[in-house]
């Protein structure tokens, strides 16, 4: 069984920076694809950004974001720079086995971490 847990959230600024991280547990996830997908209230889970091979973003977070991971840690993060008021969100961490924009592709999922951006 995998563990994920995520860490890092919290209230900052617009302009501002947050890096997520994203410890794993139960499992080496070296080979694994690892996600990030954030959900506001009211709205459905949406893709953010993933890693395997090659990276991959959002378009709205793209230039912004970057995800990358240190395997010899079995943590992947999510560095956030130029945050905006629309970033605020829930951000959780996913791990699978394809690179996916889809939800249901990801077969283990972390409780998650506020992030609020005020503007």
């Known amino acids: 069984q995998v563990q994920l847990v995520e860490s890092g959230g919290g209230l900052v600024q617009a302009g ?13 996830l070296s080979s694994a694809v690892m996600g990030w997908f954030r959900q506001a209230p009211g709205k459905e889970r949406e893709f953010v950004a993933a ?10 977070v793209k230039g912004r974001f970057t995800i990358s991971r240190d395997n ?20 959780h961490c996913a ?8 939800t ?14 005020s503007s």
Do not use: F, H
């Open 72 to 91: 010899a840690k079995n943590t992947v993060y999510l560095q956030m720079d130029s945050l905006k008021p629309e970033d605020t969100a829930v951000y």
């Open 51 to 60: 890693i395997s091979w090659t990276t991959d973003y959002a378009d709205s």
């Open 16 to 28: 501002g920076s947050l890096r997520l991280s994203c410890a794993a547990s139960g499992r080496t």
């Open 104 to 117: 249901n592709q990801y077969a283990y999922w972390g409780q998650g971490t506020q992030v609020t951006v």
């Open 95 to 102: 791990a699978g086995t394809i690179r996916s924009r889809r």
